[in-house]
């Protein structure tokens, strides 16, 4: 069975680690509706991209 000879040091074991942070992914504000969105994406709330209407949206109807 393997045994590690040395012990690994704890800047060792963080530099192992370094890689398996959670990255967030990056959104910007449409410029037609101000909603969040993601980059070089079709707005869902309003169909919108680059000033051009792509997608007819339609309105959710509220339930009360």
């Known amino acids: 069975m393997a045994v590690p ?11 192992r680690h370094s890689n398996s942070r959670k990255i967030l992914p990056q959104v910007i504000k449409c410029d037609h509706c101000g909603k969040y969105k993601l980059p070089h994406r ?19 109807k509220s339930t009360r």
């Not at 000879?5 to 530099?15: D, Q």
Request: charged share 40%; hydrophobic share 30%.
């Open 5 to 15: 000879k040395k012990r690994v040091s704890i800047e060792r074991r963080r530099l």
């Open 42 to 60: 079709v707005c869902r709330e309003c169909g919108m991209y680059r000033g051009n209407q792509i997608l007819n949206v339609k309105k959710a």
